[in-house]
């Protein structure tokens, strides 16, 4: 994810900045990171992106399937998730055809490894939940006015 002119107002930050300042800047882009993270998980639940846990868990500091960096100088910040099928639950993707083994009990189909009879499963497109491109949308926005509040903050204080 990138802001346009981040990278200039970063260098403006660090020219002007004192040490305080820089610590300041790091805490609040940490917390926005964690506001990031929450968005992502709050877009998973509400657009009911199918999901045993796992994908939702990966978007959540501290999980090893995280992807979280942080740089205190530099105020870069690297958020994401490490499963390799959140891509295609955002964006969606094609089911291959293929069999499952299982059997049927009235109209519910029972996965079963071992079973002899099973289904047939057809390739179709599978709509992705867009999730990640939702949450991205209102960060951005949010994001925007916050920096905003904090620099003009920051300049408030040192005036």
């Given at each position: 994810?990138?802001?346009?002119?981040?990278?200039?107002?970063?260098?403006?930050?660090?020219?002007?900045?004192?040490?305080?300042?820089?610590?300041?800047?790091?805490?609040?882009?940490?917390?926005?990171?964690?506001?990031?993270?929450?968005?992502?998980?709050?877009?998973?639940?509400?657009?009911?992106?199918?999901?045993?846990?796992?994908?939702?868990?990966?978007?959540?500091?501290?999980?090893?399937?995280?992807?979280?960096?942080?740089?205190?100088?530099?105020?870069?910040?690297?958020?994401?998730?490490?499963?390799?099928?959140?891509?295609?639950?955002?964006?969606?993707?094609?089911?291959?055809?293929?069999?499952?083994?299982?059997?049927?009990?009235?109209?519910?189909?029972?996965?079963?490894?071992?079973?002899?009879?099973?289904?047939?499963?057809?390739?179709?497109?599978?709509?992705?939940?867009?999730?990640?491109?939702?949450?991205?949308?209102?960060?951005?926005r949010l994001f925007?006015?916050?920096?905003?509040?904090?620099?003009?903050?920051?300049?408030?204080?040192?005036?």
């Amino acid at each position: 994810m990138k802001f346009k002119g981040l990278d200039k107002f970063i260098k403006k930050i660090d020219k002007a900045a004192d040490r305080e300042a820089k610590r300041e800047f790091s805490l609040w882009l940490e917390g926005m990171g964690m506001t990031f993270l929450e968005l992502i998980q709050d877009e998973i639940i509400r657009t009911e992106t199918v999901d045993t846990r796992r994908l939702l868990n990966s978007f959540d500091r501290g999980d090893s399937d995280n992807v979280w960096s942080i740089t205190s100088r530099g105020l870069s910040l690297e958020i994401g998730t490490n499963l390799n099928y959140a891509i295609y639950a955002n964006d969606g993707h094609f089911q291959k055809k293929r069999w499952v083994p299982g059997r049927w009990r009235g109209d519910r189909f029972e996965y079963d490894p071992s079973a002899n009879t099973g289904m047939m499963l057809q390739e179709k497109w599978i709509e992705g939940s867009h999730y990640w491109d939702n949450a991205l949308a209102i960060f951005e926005r949010l994001f925007k006015k916050s920096l905003e509040r904090r620099f003009q903050n920051w300049l408030d204080t040192r005036l």
